[in-house]
């Protein structure tokens, strides 16, 4: 199963995180190997205590982003 976030709620998806990735590749990214944010929702990447953490519009929660991840994240966020 797969948590979903939102803005408002959390959802339980009976999908694994793989076959959302395959299907929603156009609208999703991968952040680290349990993670996919949407690239809409992106706000940016922040620095904090030697970690890379996704800033995400109106949420809290600023997921870590794997270091294999950075380097992808940082040359894809300027094209959204």
């Known amino acids: 199963y797969v948590k979903a976030h939102m803005t408002d709620s959390v959802v339980i998806l009976n999908d694994s995180l793989v076959a959302l990735g395959k299907e929603f590749k156009q609208l999703f990214v991968r952040i680290r190997r349990n993670a996919l944010v949407s690239m809409d929702a992106i706000g940016g990447l922040i620095k904090i205590d030697n970690r890379i953490v996704i ?3 109106n949420l809290s929660e600023q ?3 794997s270091r294999r991840r950075a380097s992808y994240l940082r040359q894809l966020l300027p094209l959204l």
Do not use: D, N
């Open 55 to 57: 800033k995400i519009k």
């Open 63 to 65: 997921p870590t982003v």
